[in-house]
């Protein structure tokens, strides 16, 4: 029987898996749907249960079968996932509540101020290669002492999304590297290990995973979880890590200066680098393997929004919205969108940012919305691009992947705005593609310095448009300092901390 790899992908919005061959060569690609809760403003949950490990049950079993029918045998398996995520679970690694989000959850705004005030922004910045946001994981953990005290009385464990299914498959508590370098501020960037001091002060009690590199053979598939899965007994898994950056290595985003730009739900910015040279406004991050680093940041929303627009819209085929948009000229006759309405994460990271539509005439229709969402993504990406150029970062590589590549228009959007060409990678599955070929480096079935994603098209920007999206990003850089003061006078009537003249609030 021939020796086949498993990559599974827990998404915001649906998971994905791979089956390989160690060289690549894909044998089969499922998918599952899974609902986002967001049980109130600022808040972005998932059932670990149902949707998690549900997910991954789902998709081992539809994927074991088709090992099967290849006369093939899954020899190793690595799952990935949205992060950095708090999941608090009890000391057998049971979840003691719904997993908060990562930085589409911005419930602990006062955690992130109290504990910038206690540490300062220039120590954690250095010490920990981030500053707070809602990305980071440290003020979710003081949220969750603070507001569900019965909840972190019994919590012993802090998982992710990969980390939860690694514990479920082999039974260890382990944190990778990557992850854990999101857990700001627990986390030294510089030496690799966790700031012991700041985590007993925020988190007193818990005891943190041990620490792997996503690479890393943790443990082997049990008896339990192989009846469960459909999985062999006794088959290596590796750690995995945090989706973005498995989808990066998916499209061999691997060398200082490639930048990867990971199209979906929310959009990804991904950038190796020689040294890492903390910055503000951006998330500096151990990488995927030991001495690499990346800078990174991302926007909070970007497909979510199309997917907005859509269900307002009444449901339409999405082939639909992106053929009236591409029927729309640039710029959709004079619209920006701040694409806030989730907040943002860096560069601006504040959560109390809110969405922004400004130019609207009765001679828009849809098809001019549609495209200044895509537009206004496009303005949030060169905002990143701008930051990481003030970092240092060289950008020399910029690499398009995710569900929003399958299209034409989008790319050639961002391209345009950019004024930068974009690779488009022959497989664009995604992480759970990077998590076959981690899979293969841990097992030793695939060479650790394989390349085997090539670039199938490129996107080029075209230059007539070049002035228009100029004029039109000037505005959109303008429109936030303009506007954040109404945008968090309405965030807090919608977040019910609007004060009162009696010295209360507006209670939802």
Sequence with gaps: ??????GIDIGTSSSKGV?????????????RTHPLSLPRPGWAEHDAET????????????????????RGRIAAVCTSGIGACLLAADADGNPLRPAILYGID????????????RYGADAILARSGTLLSSQAVGPKLAWLKRNEPEVWARTRQLLMANTFIVERLTGEYVLDHHSASQCDPLYEIQTNRWAEDWAAEI??????????????VVGRVTAAAAAETGLPAGIPVAAGSIDAWLEALSVDVREPGDVMLMYGTTLMVVEVVDALRPYPGLWGTTGLFPGTSTLSTGLATSGALTGWLREIAGGPPYEQLVAE?????????????????AGERAPVDDPRARGLILGLTLSHGRGHLYRTLLEATGYGVRHIVETLRAAGARDRRLVAVGG??????????????????????????????GDVLLAGIASGLTRPDVRWNAPAAIVEPVEERAGLY???????????????????????????TTPLPNGGTIDH
């Design 19 to 31: 089956l390989a061959r160690p060289d690549g060569t894909i044998i089969a690609v499922a998918e």
């Design 325 to 341: 948009a591409a029927a729309t000229p640039p710029g959709a006759d004079g619209l920006v969108v701040l694409p806030y309405f």
């Design 404 to 433: 929003g590549t399958r299209g034409d228009l989008w790319p050639q959007v961002v391209s345009d705005i950019l004024g930068r060409p974009q690779e488009i990678p022959r497989v664009t599955i995604g992480a759970s593609y």
């Design 470 to 496: 100029d004029a039109l990003y000037a505005s959109y850089r303008a429109l936030y300092p303009a506007t954040r003061d109404h945008m968090h006078a309405l965030a807090d009537i919608q977040l019910g």
């Design 106 to 117: 911005s419930r602990a705004t006062r955690e992130i101020a109290e504990l910038t005030e």
């Design 51 to 70: 949707t998690w490990w549900g997910d991954f049950l789902a998709l081992c079993r539809e994927l074991a079968g088709r090992a099967g029918k290849e």
């Design 203 to 216: 988190a007193p009690g818990l005891e943190l995973p041990r620490l792997v590199w996503p690479g890393e």
């Design 1 to 6: 029987m021939s020796d086949l790899l498993l």
